[in-house]
């Protein structure tokens, strides 16, 4: 009955070993791979989801126009492009986020950690050079947008 137990338990551990292994998603970007914890950050945002879009008092604006716009970025453009969007949330969006209750400052801070580490990550494995040269390569191109944007 004791050698019961003791399976019972080794098997319960090896499961909740493998709860928060389950949420990890691994981004590829070229030789370089990031761990990114979605549950923590979709839990985090669904904590704070409805306080959030509610202050939202510019409805009829979109800064992202779905994932599928970002899933159609090239494959060796996502490193570049990625590191930095996480960048511009980082400087320019959880920054500004110092109102609001304890708890929503603490959810938003985690999911800022988040960003972080995701961040930190993608540096260690990016030629910001080479980042660089290519975002002044395709100048051109943010112009040409900026141009025809009404």
């Known amino acids: 009955m004791e050698g019961g137990y003791i399976l019972l338990l080794l098997h319960t551990a090896f499961l909740l070993c ?17 761990s990114v914890d979605m549950y923590e950050m979709r839990k985090g945002f669904g904590d704070i ?24 970025t090239k494959s060796e453009d996502r490193c570049c ?17 110092t109102e609001g209750s304890n708890f929503h400052q603490r ?3 985690r999911i800022a950690n988040n960003f972080l580490s995701i961040k930190k990550e ?3 494995c990016m ?17 040409d947008w900026i141009d025809k944007a009404d």
Do not use: W
């Not at 989801?49 to 159609?72: A, F, P, V, W």
């Not at 910001?128 to 191109?141: M, Q, R, T, W, Y």
């Open 18 to 34: 493998l709860i928060p292994a389950s949420s990890l998603k691994q981004l590829h970007f070229g030789h370089c791979m990031v």
């Open 107 to 109: 959810r938003v801070s």
């Open 81 to 97: 492009f990625f590191h930095y969007l996480l960048k511009f949330y980082l400087v320019n969006v959880f920054n500004q986020c």
């Open 122 to 124: 993608l540096t260690l």
């Open 127 to 143: 030629d910001s050079h080479s980042a660089a040269v290519k975002a002044l390569g395709e100048l051109d191109i943010l112009l």
């Open 49 to 72: 989801k409805e306080m959030t879009q509610s202050q939202d008092r510019h409805t009829s604006i979109r800064l992202l126009h779905g994932s599928h716009s970002l899933q159609n």
